[in-house]
Each structure stands twice: as C-alpha cells, then as structure tokens.
Antibody, heavy 125, light 110 residues
C-alpha cells in the first residue's frame, strides 16, 4: 500500500523560500502511471492545487502560483519536493502531497489518492 | 482557469439521502472526483471517474454527472459521514493539464 509523508520546516520567514519533501513508500515515483502533486489548505479554508511533477521531470503548476513554484523529483530517494519562493503570510497552510492519477478515455479527469497526512507551514517573522 | 462551485453547507437527517453538487464548465469535459475530509485529517478519495469507489468506501457513496454539474450522493447518510466534501477535476481551459478544486461543502448529519 502506497504511503506518502511530508517533511520540512514548520516555520518560514516572510520573503524566504518554503521547502518541503514528500517521501513515498510502498510504490515508486518512477512509475509512468502517476503524477505527484502538492496541494495546500489555509487554516479554515478549502483545498488549492499547487502543482505536479512527473517521473520524467515534467512539471505543471497552478497559474496563480507558477512564478514562485519549483517542483523536483529524486528517484534514488523515492522522493519529490516543493519549493515556494517569496512567501508571505497568505502562504500559511497545511501542505499535502498526493499521488495524482489521470483517468482513461475522453472524459478522464484526475484524482488524488493517497494523500500524505499534511504538514502545517506557518509564515511568520 | 476554470472554477468549480459548491454549496458551502448542506444538511441531511440521519438515514436519509443527500446530494452534494459541484458546478463548472470543466465538468462538461471531464469527470469529477470527490474527497471527504474530517476535522484534522487529510482528505480521502471517495469517488473517481464515472462512478468508481476506492476499496473501503461504503457503497452508500455514489457519483453522477450531467452537463456542467457533478453530484455526490450519499444514500442513507450515517453520523460518520459528517465532514467537508470537495470536488476536483481537470481544468478544461488552457492546457487541460491543470487541476482545480471546488470550494467545499460542509455536510451536517442531523
């Protein structure tokens, strides 16, 4: 059974770069069947997709965050990572990593399963 | 980018049926997926594709789609179904590779 675990600092100063890593167990980030996504949830608010990375290194991110997001994958460690630059208090959130699958056929959407437990990152001086 | 719209809150009497909806242009093109989130926990996938349940999800959960609206139906709601529910789909504008979430619906079981 695939499990994901986020790790990284829980406190980041404004204007600095938030860095998180997601460690995958029970499965491989090298699989061609999956994307690997980051999702966040500000306290008391809804979910926001941040971006994904594919095992090949191909990436995509939310247009609203694109200029600040960098994602990478380390197949030797079975991990993928997120960097979000120039953070402000608005970036305070629980950050989740999740396996991201695309459906087949003309109407194939996507779904996230499983998710990591999430990690709270607070932006404050 | 596309948006997905959900009612902020819905309530249902114990044992009754409730439908939670998600509206957006991208749903004319792609199926939605649905997630249940209980307080302090990570979201859990409950419906994906046309109407598929992951292993371990009770069969009282079902999904459907019509036009620009996707629906999650809980038939015979239980107390443990009280949670926030989010829909998700691919964005049908732009490059079709972006993902988008609805704002979430808080389900109260009375």
């Amino acid at each position: 059974q695939v499990q994901l675990q986020e790790s990284g600092p829980g406190l980041v100063k404004p204007s600095e770069t938030l860095s998180l890593t997601c460690t995958v167990s029970g499965g491989s980030v090298s699989s061609s069947s999956y994307y690997w996504s980051w999702i966040r949830q500000p306290p008391g608010k809804g979910l926001e997709w941040i971006g994904y990375i594919y095992h090949s290194g191909s990436t995509n991110s939310n247009p609203s965050l694109k200029s600040r997001v960098t994602t990478s994958v380390d197949t030797s460690k079975n991990q993928f990572s997120l960097k979000l630059s120039s953070v402000t208090a608005a970036d305070t959130a629980v950050y989740y990593c999740a396996r991201d699958l695309l459906g087949y056929g003309s109407r194939g959407g996507n779904w996230f399963d499983p998710w990591g437990q999430g990690t709270l990152v607070t932006v404050s001086s | 980018s596309s948006e997905l719209t959900q009612d902020p809150a819905v309530s249902v009497a114990l044992g009754q049926t409730v439908r939670i909806t998600c509206q957006g242009d991208s749903l004319r093109r792609y199926y939605a997926s649905w997630y249940q989130q209980k307080p302090g926990q990570a979201p859990v996938l409950v419906i994906y594709g046309k109407n598929n349940r992951p292993s371990g999800i009770p069969d009282r959960f079902s999904g459907s789609s019509s036009g620009n609206t996707a629906s999650l139906t809980i038939t015979g709601a239980q107390a443990e179904d009280e949670a926030d529910y989010y829909c998700n789909s691919r964005d049908s504008s732009g490059n079709h590779l972006d993902r988008v979430f609805g704002g979430g619906t808080k389900l109260t079981v009375l």
